[in-house]
Structure formats: structure tokens, C-alpha cells
């Protein structure tokens, strides 16, 4: 290989500039001569950021937003004591995700208003004839411990006796929705029934399935 | 590769007047002439010649558009604070200065820039970027804040010579080209990707521009 002495290096690097920097005139590329005064040449980047609509809604047992889905159906369990059968006392429930019959409820989107709705497929059965009507589940909401919120999704409507619900979703700002509620479920026990199991995991109508949709 | 002539600070600062610059792979090759590069960033210089300024960011080619530099954010993630990597339509890989390849592109996008003066003077170009506050979708917004870039270039471990930083939704310097020099580097860009917004497409433009007084 041949050895340039620095001279020649110069002269090859002047070469290069002269031949490179005068052919600037290119796009979002600009070149601006003025024997005098200010010189102002500017180029252009554009951005783009693309958001996708999400739906998130969580019931009960499950992760936070981001996580892999969770099919865990949580049951609420309530048991009528022989003293109390039909007296209007209300009848806390056991089970939930955060126990004694309360849940966590989380719906968070981000392509405007959510339809949020409770759907149930009819009275609750004991599989020998006898029913329990959706209006005797009340559903109390309060401020979300874990992760923390407001009571920004509160249960605002009840029970229907069958099919689905009015929607309940708070309205979305700026189409985002990030709410959440605890939500305990209590057997208010106002009739005097007959003996029997009513409802259980996925049988006699017992499952109220909460559906979100968005546009 | 073509070689790239290059001037490394090594020790004497002087050699930066009398060695070519971008001294590269034309070098490496010989046992005469044997410079350990440091870590400093590049000197191009430029021959003095009539009064100029020149800027470009991305292609440079001829023909108008601007590259652009995107980023779709993944559903599980959105809103998470998870820096998102952004790429580009940039296929810029040379230098315009001696072509050497100093980016890769589509993930780096090149920027350059200098003065050209008859002779050497004290007086510099300022390089600036001016975004608008946000970038918008038609109707919700990001804040250009929440982009922001590393910097740096193929075979120049010094220190950035365009400085990485973040949008300020306004005008912001990046520094000053002394006259008859070339500055040059190549830019990531990254969406901080702090908030939970609306669906859609944001679009937003920087401007990068070169004044000498």
C-alpha cells in the first residue's frame, strides 16, 4: 500500500470536501451561501406514534393491565344461618379474590366510551325448582386498595334478573378509561326459601358474566 | 468501506491542524503510520471556501421529503413507562462529508452539519431543533417530551458530538459548529411512553436549523 505523507493527505482531504460539500443541496438536506450576514438553513424529521385500542376488564381474580389473561371465575359463597332465614339480615358472602365476598374491578381502555354491563341467564336455581331472583345479590363498591383507586367504578347498577344490565361504565375522558372498585357482594335475604344450594360454579344460573365492549 | 480520514486528539492538539481527517481503514493497513485512536470524537474539517452553511437530517437525497421516525406501541405495554425503540424510513448510512458509514440505519438517523468560511474565524453556526408542544392525533396529544435520543456514530467513541437529549416541546440548541468544521452523528430515538392515551396516530415534526450570524 502506499504511504501518504501528511501534505498529500490534506490535499486528498481538501479534495473530498470541495468535491462532497458543495452537492448538499439534497432533500431535508439544505445549503445556503452569503458573502455577508446571517445565514439560516433548516431541515425537517417527522414523528409518528401509533397507539392501539385496548380493552382491559378485570373481575375478581386476575393481573393488572399488561398481564396474560386470567380465567379464574371466582365464586362468592353465602350461607344463610337456620336462625336468620328470611329475615332481611343481610348475609355477607366468603370468597373473592380479596375475600369475605369482595373483588377487584378494573376496566381500563383507551378508545372512548366502554359499555360495561351485568349479565346474568335468570334467577339463581337449586336444581329442584326453586329460585332466588338476582335482586336479593346487592353489590356494595368502595375505594380499590390494590392498586389503588377511587371508587371510580362503582357497581351503579343492579343485578338484572336476566340478560344484561344498563351500562355502568363511567364515560371515558379524552376516550381513556382507567377506573377501579372493590366490589362485595352480600345476600340480602329478604325471603324466606326453600332448603337447598342455590347457583354454584357455572350451574343453576349462578354466574354473572360482566362484559366490556368498545367501539 | 472507503477510507475515512479522520483526526483523533492524541495528546497534541496541533496534529489536529496538520493530520487529515478521518484517518481509518487506509491506515490501519500500514506499519508507518500507526494512530491509537482515543476516546474523542471525530475533527472534520472543512476547506475554507465562500460563506456557507449546510444541514442534513436523514436521506440525502434529492427530493423534498422528510424522513420520518415512527413507533407503534405494543397493546400490553402502552401507557407502562416502557421506553419504546424507535425506528425510521431512513436509509442514510454514509457520511455526506467522505461517505463513510458511520450510521445504521433504519434504527439511526443521520444528522450534519456546517460552516464553510473563507478562512477560519471565531464565528460558529448554532444548530437548534423546534418541535410544537405535542404530537397530535387529530384530537388527544403526546407531549414531544416524551421523545427523546441517544447519539452516536460508527468509529467515533469519543463523546457525542450532537449531544443525545430529550424534545422540550419548544426550541432547543444543540450546539454550536465552529467555522470550517463538520459535525456529524446519528440519532436513536426512543418514546418514553409514560402515559395511557387514546388510540390513534400521532403525528409531529422537528425542524432542525443551522444559523451563522
Not at chain 1, 56 to 65: D, E, P
Not at chain 1, 83 to 105: E, K, M, Q, R, S
Not at chain 2, 15 to 31: C, D, H, K, W
Request: net charge neutral.
Amino acid at each position: 500500500m502506499k504511504t501518504l505523507n501528511s501534505m498529500s493527505k490534506t490535499a486528498l482531504v481538501a479534495a473530498l470536501v470541495a468535491a462532497s460539500v458543495p452537492m448538499l443541496a439534497q432533500a431535508e438536506s439544505a445549503t445556503v451561501s452569503a458573502a455577508t450576514g446571517p445565514l439560516t438553513t433548516s431541515a425537517r424529521l417527522d414523528f409518528r406514534i401509533t397507539v392501539p385500542k385496548v380493552l382491559f376488564l378485570r373481575v375478581g381474580t386476575g393481573g393488572l393491565y399488561g398481564a396474560a389473561a386470567n380465567t379464574t371465575v371466582d365464586l362468592i359463597d353465602f350461607t344463610v344461618p337456620a336462625a336468620n332465614l328470611g329475615d332481611a339480615t343481610a348475609i355477607a358472602g366468603t370468597g373473592g379474590d380479596l375475600g369475605a365476598g369482595a373483588v377487584t374491578a378494573l376496566l381500563r381502555s383507551n378508545a372512548g366510551n366502554v359499555t360495561l354491563t351485568a349479565n346474568t341467564l335468570g334467577a339463581i336455581g337449586n336444581g329442584a325448582g326453586d329460585s332466588i331472583p338476582w335482586t336479593q345479590i346487592a353489590v356494595a363498591s368502595a375505594n380499590l386498595a390494590t392498586p389503588v383507586f377511587a371508587n371510580t367504578l362503582p357497581h351503579s347498577v343492579a343485578l338484572p334478573a336476566t340478560g344484561a344490565s344498563a351500562n355502568f361504565a363511567p364515560a371515558a375522558v379524552s376516550k381513556v378509561t382507567n377506573v377501579g372498585s372493590q366490589w362485595t357482594y352480600s345476600y340480602l335475604n329478604a325471603a324466606t326459601v326453600p332448603a337447598g344450594t342455590y347457583g354454584g360454579v357455572n350451574t343453576n344460573n349462578g354466574r354473572v358474566t360482566y362484559t366490556a365492549s368498545v367501539l | 468501506m472507503p477510507a475515512r480520514w479522520l483526526a483523533f486528539f492524541i495528546g497534541a492538539t496541533d496534529i489536529v491542524e496538520y493530520l487529515p481527517q478521518r484517518l481509518r481503514s487506509l491506515f490501519m493497513g500500514t506499519a508507518m503510520l500507526i494512530l491509537i485512536p482515543t476516546a474523542e470524537a471525530w475533527v472534520l474539517n472543512v476547506t475554507p471556501g465562500p460563506r456557507t452553511i449546510g444541514l442534513t437530517i436523514g436521506n440525502n437525497v434529492a427530493g423534498g421529503t422528510p424522513n420520518i421516525v415512527s413507533v407503534a406501541v405494543p397493546a400490553a405495554v402502552l401507557g407502562t413507562g416502557a421506553s419504546q425503540a424507535m425506528t425510521s424510513d431512513s436509509t442514510q448510512a454514509n457520511s455526506p462529508f467522505d461517505n463513510f458509514t458511520v450510521c445504521v440505519p433504519p434504527n439511526q438517523v443521520y444528522i450534519g452539519g456546517y460552516l464553510r468560511e473563507l478562512t477560519t474565524t471565531a464565528n460558529s453556526a448554532t444548530l437548534s431543533v423546534t418541535t410544537t408542544a405535542t404530537l397530535s392525533n387529530g384530537t388527544e396529544t403526546i407531549p414531544f417530551t416524551q421523545i427523546s435520543w441517544t447519539s452516536t456514530s460508527i468509529g467515533n467513541a469519543g463523546a457525542a458530538d450532537i449531544p443525545a437529549g430529550t424534545f422540550n416541546g419548544g426550541n432547543l440548541v444543540l450546539r454550536n459548529i465552529a467555522s470550517n468544521r463538520y459535525v456529524e452523528n446519528c440519532h436513536t430515538f426512543n418514546y418514553a411512553n409514560a402515559n395511557f392515551v387514546a388510540a390513534g396516530t400521532y403525528t409531529g415534526r422537528a425542524t432542525y436549523t443551522l444559523v451563522a450570524p
